[in-house]
């Protein structure tokens, strides 16, 4: 069965310093794999997806199949970038979802 | 700019009895998905329907909830009896023809907050 796991359930950093939010999941075919992003008050929205390879917002996302990663990278973070990360996997010929638990990331002045 | 839509956005309702979530997704997209979020914990896919064919359903519980799509628009949700264990934000979002294995963004709702007392 498929499975998304981010180990990290708060990370905190302060403006201006790296930001790399962990994702891995477990899946036997070739998955696709998203960032979706809940700013506060705000609804859940797509982030980014590994398949169209773009900088949003200054994050970055690399499939690692290896690894089996997708983590979610930003070298300066910013303090509007605060919210709830969830990465997700779609793993169906009908784009069904699986999402991880999230991780909330807090910045501070 | 669309939207989807989701009403009530709070429902407070005693075990045992009956509660029903409504939603209309954008205009145009096939695909419609119901998702429960319990406090803590990622978005878990309950039942997704294409026009208004239900494709996956394997995560509703059966025996008290039901979904339906019945002109492959707007969905209703409907929980019968409700339990303690419902308390839920109930998130419905939308996307365009998923059919084709292409995975379209899902656009979603504001979500019901559910307390089942």
């Known amino acids: 069965a498929q499975r998304v796991t981010q180990p990290e359930k708060l990370l905190s950093v302060f403006k201006g310093a790296p930001v790399e939010l962990k994702c891995n999941y477990s899946?036997?075919?070739?998955?696709?794999l998203f960032w979706y992003v809940q700013y506060s008050r705000q609804r859940l929205q797509l982030l980014l997806r590994?398949?169209s390879r773009e900088s949003i917002k200054g994050f970055t996302a690399d499939l690692n199949k290896g690894e089996t990663s997708f983590h979610l990278k930003k070298p300066f973070a910013q303090e509007e970038d605060s919210a709830m990360y969830y990465c997700?996997?779609?793993?169906?010929?009908?784009?069904?979802?699986?999402f991880g638990k999230g991780t909330m990331l807090l910045v501070s002045p | 700019e669309a939207e989807v839509a989701q009403s009530p956005r709070y429902k407070i309702t005693e075990k045992s009895q009956a509660v029903a979530f409504w939603c209309d997704p954008i205009?145009?997209?096939?695909?419609l998905y119901w998702y429960r979020q319990i406090l803590g914990q990622g978005p878990e896919l309950l039942v997704q329907?294409?026009?208004?064919?239900?494709?996956?359903d394997s995560q509703l519980p059966k025996d008290r909830f039901s979904a339906e799509r019945l002109k492959g628009v707007d969905s209703t949700l409907k929980i019968q009896p409700a339990e303690l264990g419902d308390s839920a934000m109930y998130l419905c979002?939308?996307?365009?023809?998923?059919?084709?294995?292409?995975?379209?963004?899902?656009?979603f709702g504001p979500g019901t907050r559910l307390t089942v007392t």
């Open positions: 979002a939308s996307s365009f023809d998923s059919s084709g294995g292409y995975s379209y963004e899902q656009y």
């Open positions: 899946y036997s075919g070739s998955p696709e």
């Open positions: 590994h398949i």
């Open positions: 997700a996997l779609s793993w169906s010929g009908y784009s069904t979802l699986t």
């Open positions: 205009s145009g997209h096939a695909t």
């Open positions: 329907f294409q026009d208004e064919s239900v494709v996956d």
